[in-house]
């Protein structure tokens, strides 16, 4: 079949709004009619090319929603007409990752998507002239069909609609998720959230809902306040206000440090910040943020000998298939909001929209709408 998509091209390259060949899905994969999908950061990052698994051309996004249209052969668990969220973290529930309850990273086709790939190591997109183009995170949600794994499906409520709940397919799933999957946040806990963008506001929301005491924000861009106290922020900092280091600012406003600390930035030296602000003895510091290639975190390890501990997560811990639907019910249920964090939709063709009004900070979420 044919599909509007939108290719990168090349590094630094606008995205390339075609018309592109779909081959049908093959066994164990499902074509699914993208609805909607949510424009994140690390879409941008790749873009940039940064990314050191970044690879071109390709056809980007991770944080779409839509139907299945089509099975192929040995699909069990999905049918045509079933609304879906794509999974860049798959969930195969048999290998030795997702057998380990102490990771989400199923590893089961991890080696093909970072190449762009299905798991055959064929792709199903190419060029009207026949030239292939890569996948990109197991998804491709910046085409309006693209066929993926059965493994990386969440089946989801019906009544959802595409435009709000594609964002749980990354950004509210990896905040919400960094809080009580990764850190585990005691009720009465303070925190300190390093970047109020598209994740950061989900790991506030995510505080908030289980009941931290404390929720600091921190960021450059004094237009993300308003945003960021709407969703639970108690106290905001934007560190060029501040005189002096930051950490002695931060340690002294958290009363000696933070219970939690989250950096959604994925700036190395915020990520060193973050870590000396949590609180000696017991402070966690999680790592979100995506770091371009090369660049390396860096801290005096008596930071970590005096109690201090540094940890990561991807996709928040969720198991995709399980927790997801989860989610979806939850902002169903209205325990959890997404509507004020999706700032601009557009159609495809404006897409490239949405990347230039993250770079001008304007933006939560920009979501492309089918
Ligand atoms: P975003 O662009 O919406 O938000 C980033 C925010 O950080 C902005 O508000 C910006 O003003 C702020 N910021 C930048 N530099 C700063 C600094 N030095 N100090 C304070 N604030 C600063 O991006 P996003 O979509 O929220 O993504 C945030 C990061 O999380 C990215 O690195 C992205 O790649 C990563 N990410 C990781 C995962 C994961 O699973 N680990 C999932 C999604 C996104
Ligand atoms: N390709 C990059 C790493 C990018 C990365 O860390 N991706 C996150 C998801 S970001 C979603 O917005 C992730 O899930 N990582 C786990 C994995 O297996 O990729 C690089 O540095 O090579
Ligand atoms: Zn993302």
Redesign the pocket.
Known sequence: METRAAIAVAAGKPLEVTTVKLEGPRAFEVLVEVKATGI???DE?TLSGADPEGLFPAILGHEGAGVVVEVGPGVTTLKPGDHVIPLYTPECRTCEYCLNPKTNLCQAIRSTQGQGLMPDGSSRFSTLDGDPILHYMGTSTFSNFTVVPEIALAKINPDAPFDKVCYIG??VT?GIGAVINTAKVEPGSRAIV???????LNVIQGLRLVGADQIVG????PA?KDMAERFGMTDFVN?SEVEGDLVPYLVNLTKGGADYTFD????V??MRTALEAAHKGWGESII????PAGAEISTRPFQLVTGRSWR?????GARGRTDVPRIVDWYMDGKIEIDPMITHTMPLEEINTGFDL?HR?ES?RSVVVY
């Open positions: 994140c950061h690390t990052f990354c950004g990896t390093f970047g109020l963008g598209g994740i950061g921190v960021d450059l861009n993300k560190p959604a930035t994925g700036n030296n915020v979100i943020g995506v770091a990561g997560t991807a996709f928040g993250m900070g939560i």
